[in-house]
């Protein structure tokens, strides 16, 4: 019986060796490049904002902690759906079929806010 494990375990190392070597010399796939840059298929610009935006705490701080306090500076890419004096409105995914666009992930910021508009 020990005779019949030992024989099995050199036979797991002979094929795992195998296979180790198999994997070494096998040529690898190639892989397919994604379109991240594909033509627009809505009339909207591609952007990234940076913005920024209030922060709060409902916790207890010392005036320390309250001194560390940093406003958030977040960043959105979307599609600029537009864009006046008092904000502008962005998307980040849409929907479009025979009855038009259907926006989603949909952010307006305060124009104030925006510290950079960058086309993409």
């Known amino acids: 019986m020990y005779q ?3 024989a099995i375990a050199r036979t797991n190392n002979i094929l795992n ?3 180790c070597d198999i ?6 796939k190639r892989r397919k490049r994604i379109a991240t840059e ?3 298929e ?3 610009p591609r952007v990234r904002v940076e ?3 209030c922060v709060s705490d409902s916790g207890w701080a010392t005036d320390k902690e309250f001194d560390k306090m940093k406003l958030a500076r ?6 600029l759906y537009s864009k006046d004096d008092k904000s502008i409105k962005l998307f980040a995914s849409y929907d479009k079929d025979e009855d038009g666009i259907t926006f989603g992930d949909r952010t307006m910021i305060p124009r104030q806010w925006v510290k950079k508009i960058q086309k993409l």
């Open 4 to 6: 019949y494990k030992i």
């Open 74 to 79: 977040p960043v959105n890419e979307g599609w």
């Open 42 to 44: 809505i009339p909207y």
């Open 51 to 53: 913005w920024i935006d």
């Open 23 to 28: 994997n070494l010399y096998m040529p690898r």
């Open 17 to 19: 060796k195998t296979i």
């Open 38 to 40: 594909s033509a627009p």
